[in-house]
């Protein structure tokens, strides 16, 4: 899931976006305020995380004017100003939610969480649900459970998941999930792949009678009833 972030500080910019693409999210990152709002336009981006202070456009001229042009995706405003007439300008610009600096990244997390979660309720499904065995995957309500047992899920294990539903008794290499998932052109050397699939493991076939991710010695991994 793609994130815009829109900070004009380096410092800010890094701690936010290692810490987003290390839950799976892929992170675009502008400084400019004219910029950014050329890049929202695309349309490319799931949410919108959106400081105030910016050069060029201000952050609640951008959030005005997307909204006047009906851009319907979730926008959070950081800011390091705290007054409540702050907060109202923001909010009153379009804004969906606010945030001041400085703020822990657990809440920011649980923020972007919250929205996206809002969006996808307000939107009709436009992806089909997963299904192998008795394990489904709604990649709408970004929901996963075997059985009657519903699974919590990483956004990173979410689409490794849906990756190997995708492609359900297809054995996928090491290289094909760096490059979906993480969207490696090379191989880094890690375990990441490895490690994942061991988390979702865990998650999905402990306790359960029938193992349906399986290692494919030599080749990859695959995901299959069978």
Known sequence: MKVLLIEDDPRIARFIRRGLEAEGYTVDVV???????????????ALLVLDRMLPGLGGVEICR?????????????????????????????????????PFAFDELLARIGALLRRAGRSQEPTEPVLR?????LDPAARKARRGEREIQLTPREFTLLAYLMENAGTVLSRARILSRVWE???????????????????????????????????????????
């Not at 192998?132 to 489904?136: N, P, R």
């Not at 792949?193 to 030599?218: C, F, H, N, S």
């Not at 080749?219 to 009833?225: L, P």
């Open 132 to 136: 192998v065995g008795d394990l489904v």
């Open 31 to 45: 400084g400019d305020g004219r910029d950014a709002l050329a890049l929202a336009r695309a349309g490319e981006h």
């Open 184 to 226: 490696y052109s090379f191989d880094p050397g890690s375990k990441v792949v490895d490690v994942y699939i061991r988390y979702l493991r865990q998650k999905i076939d402990t306790d359960e009678p029938k193992a349906l991710i399986r290692t494919v010695r030599g080749f990859g991994y695959t995901i299959s009833d069978d």
């Open 65 to 101: 004017t997307l909204r006047s042009e009906r851009y319907d995706r979730p926008i959070l405003m950081l800011t390091a100003k705290d007054g409540l007439q702050d907060k109202v300008s923001g909010l009153h610009a379009g804004a969906d939610d606010y945030l001041a600096k």
